[in-house]
C-alpha cells in the first residue's frame, strides 16, 4: 500500500473518521510491532482529524511516559491520578475535557491546547497505555470520537 492517507475535504468528524479508520487499520493490519503501530496511529490522527497533538503515553512502573507523537513537545511523564492522562490511567476510563482550564490538574503542555480526550489502552483488565488528542478549539471532542477512539485502542492493545 502507499503511505498517503486519503481524507475528504469536510471537517466533519463522523466523515473524517468513516474514511481515516480503515486506512489506520490497514496500517495496523499486518504490524505487530509496538512502537511503529503507535507512531503511525498517532500520525494518521494528527492529520487526520486536524488537532494539535495526537500521540500516547506508555505505563512505566508509577508513571506514564512520553510514546509515539505528533504536534508540539510535551511533558515526558506523568504520574497516577496527575492530568487528564493520569486520571484517565487512575479511572480507566475515556476522559473527554470541554475546556482544559476547568479542568482542575490539566498539565498545559501547550497554551494554544483548548480541548482534550484521554482514552485508556486496556490489555488484559490493565491500563497499559493511554491515547491523547489535544485540540486548540474548545469542546472539540464528542461521543462521535469516545466511540472511534475506544475502537481503535481495541485494537492497538493486542500490539503490546
Ligand atoms: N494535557 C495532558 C498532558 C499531556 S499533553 O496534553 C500532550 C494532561 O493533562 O494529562
Not at 503501530?37 to 506514564?64: E, I, P, R
Request: hydrophobic share 45%; with cysteine; aromatic share 6%.
Amino acid at each position: 500500500m502507499t503511505e498517503t492517507l486519503i481524507l475528504p475535504e469536510t471537517q466533519d468528524r463522523a466523515t473524517r473518521y468513516h474514511a481515516l479508520i480503515p486506512q489506520i487499520h490497514a496500517l495496523l493490519q499486518d504490524e505487530d510491532d509496538l512502537i511503529a503501530s503507535l507512531a503511525n496511529t498517532a500520525a494518521g490522527l494528527f492529520h487526520g482529524l486536524n488537532v494539535l497533538w495526537a500521540g500516547f503515553y506508555l505505563v512505566k512502573h508509577d508513571a506514564l511516559v512520553l510514546g509515539p507523537f505528533q504536534g508540539p513537545i510535551a511533558c515526558s511523564r506523568i504520574k497516577l491520578g496527575h492530568g487528564v492522562c493520569g486520571q484517565s490511567w487512575a479511572q480507566r476510563k475515556t476522559i473527554v475535557v470541554d475546556d482544559v482550564d476547568e479542568f482542575p490538574g490539566h498539565i498545559a503542555c501547550s497554551s494554544a491546547s483548548k480541548s482534550e480526550i484521554v482514552v485508556p489502552i486496556l490489555r488484559q483488565n490493565q491500563v497499559v497505555g493511554v491515547l491523547d488528542i489535544d485540540s486548540i478549539h474548545l469542546k472539540d471532542f464528542s461521543d462521535i470520537d469516545r466511540v472511534a477512539l475506544e475502537d481503535l485502542t481495541r485494537v492497538l492493545s493486542t500490539k503490546f
